[in-house]
């Protein structure tokens, strides 16, 4: 092979003195093919891959690529994010519960449909601030008070540093970070029958030998995108009707969808949905003795909790859902109904938010007819933690 590049060499001058300028265009580029003929059949394939450039298509982020690798069933879009399934089309992983999106985010994933929330979106959901007004989404850390669920109530201490007593610092005892606005983490409820999402073994899970699915995942990753309210509370109020709260009424599905359309809000794929049905400003101006017997059986209103509402919040790929409500769904159950926190939390990976303040940001959104922000939660990195406040802001 070294001789006939050597000939080569020397042959083309040659050609190039006696050859008109088209016919040494000619020489040139087939003694160039020639050349790159006998450099292709000399490398061993693996080499000529190595060494060329990859073509733009083929060029896709490493983690982009590991994760088509772990979702064979799962097409992907022009935009190269992955393309959702339906949930007609759940599961997508062999051996997952019917309705499940185990492995739509990869077999290890451990932040559910909070993977929506992708660079684009947030950089789109900027869109969404108009007027800069902020609206913290948390109550105070003691109400509920007395805590509901039979969680305790917290003590908080103030101490003086020793000698320098300008220097103030203080600790919590019995706190209980779901007992007032919250975030439920992934690890907060598993299925019975199927277990933890996205099929992770008890052993591993916080509480029974290991911290996975704990609410450390979703602080070390931050939530920030499109977030939507929907005022079910005003728009019973406009409609003439009625909310008992304290009753376990279920509000259908059909009044969450029709609250959306009489507000114009559409729905679109990362939202953070956000529903108010007015639990908070009725516990706000309840008396003691309601707030007392709340904490000893605690009855709630709540949006329908059925299979047909999960399939809804999938198929709008919503990321997370967050309510005024202590539990999102009404409680207690009857026997036979069924438990929306097992698809959500168990099935899809799709956060829950709890016992939020949405007073002040609804009167702002009826006010001005804006019913989208731009919306973060940071909630506490507690390593294998069950829940935390959600620190969350709504950005109009």
């Known amino acids: 092979m070294a001789k006939t590049k050597r000939k080569i060499k020397k042959a083309a001058p040659k050609a190039r003195k006696a050859a008109?300028?088209?016919?040494?265009?000619?020489?040139?580029?087939?003694?160039?093919?020639?050349?790159?003929?006998?450099?292709?059949?000399?490398?061993?394939?693996?080499?000529?891959?190595?060494?060329?450039?990859?073509?733009?298509k083929a060029a896709k982020p490493i983690a982009e690529r590991a994760k088509s690798a772990m979702r064979p069933a799962v097409a992907t879009r022009p935009s190269h994010e992955p393309r959702l399934p339906s949930y007609s089309e759940l599961p997508v992983r062999e051996g997952a519960p019917d309705g499940s999106s185990w492995g739509v985010f990869g077999d290890n994933d451990e932040v559910g449909t909070i993977n929506l929330l992708t660079p684009r979106r947030v950089v789109e959901s900027a869109a969404s601030i108009r007027s800069g007004k902020v609206f913290a989404l948390n109550l105070p850390i003691n109400i509920p008070d007395p805590p509901l669920f039979t969680r305790g109530k917290h003590t908080h201490t103030i101490k003086i540093f020793p000698g320098a007593d300008y220097v103030l610092d203080d600790y919590l005892d019995n706190f209980?970070?779901?007992?007032?606005?919250?975030?439920?983490?992934?690890?907060?409820?598993?299925?019975?029958?199927?277990?933890?999402?996205?099929?992770?073994?008890?052993?591993?899970?916080?509480?029974?030998?290991?911290?996975?699915?704990?609410?450390?995942?979703?602080?070390?990753?931050?939530?920030?995108?499109?977030?939507?309210?929907?005022?079910?509370?005003?728009?019973?109020?406009?409609?003439?009707?009625?909310?008992?709260?304290?009753?376990?009424?279920?509000?259908?599905?059909?009044?969450?969808?029709?609250?959306?359309?009489?507000?114009?809000?559409?729905?679109?794929?990362?939202?953070?949905?956000?529903?108010?049905?007015?639990?908070?400003?009725?516990?706000?101006?309840?008396?003691?003795?309601?707030k007392e017997e709340l904490a000893r059986e605690t009855v709630v209103p709540g949006i329908e909790g059925t299979a047909r509402t999960a399939q809804w919040l999938w198929d709008n790929h919503i990321a997370a859902v967050a309510s005024d409500s202590p539990a999102l769904e009404a409680l207690p159950k009857s026997a036979g109904e069924d438990f929306l926190h097992f698809h959500m939390l168990a099935f899809f990976g799709m956060p829950i938010g709890e016992m939020w303040n949405l007073e002040g940001l609804a009167e702002d959104c009826a006010a001005d007819g804006q019913y989208d922000f731009f919306f973060t939660s940071a909630p506490l990195n507690i390593p294998g933690g069950v829940g935390s406040p959600p620190n969350a802001l709504a950005i109009k």
């Open 176 to 290: 209980y970070p779901q007992a007032s606005s919250q975030w439920d983490a992934l690890c907060h409820v598993k299925h019975p029958v199927f277990g933890a999402y996205n099929g992770i073994p008890d052993s591993e899970i916080t509480g029974r030998g290991g911290t996975r699915l704990g609410i450390d995942n979703l602080a070390r990753r931050g939530i920030a995108g499109r977030g939507v309210l929907a005022d079910v509370a005003r728009y019973y109020d406009n409609n003439g009707k009625e909310i008992e709260f304290t009753k376990p009424q279920s509000i259908p599905l059909e009044d969450v969808q029709a609250t959306l359309e009489s507000q114009g809000t559409n729905l679109r794929t990362g939202d953070v949905l956000l529903i108010r049905i007015g639990w908070t400003r009725f516990y706000l101006s309840a008396s003691a003795e309601v």
């Open 20 to 56: 008109p300028k088209a016919a040494k265009r000619r020489i040139v580029a087939k003694s160039a093919k020639k050349v790159v003929a006998i450099k292709a059949a000399k490398r061993p394939t693996p080499v000529k891959a190595a060494k060329r450039p990859m073509p733009p």
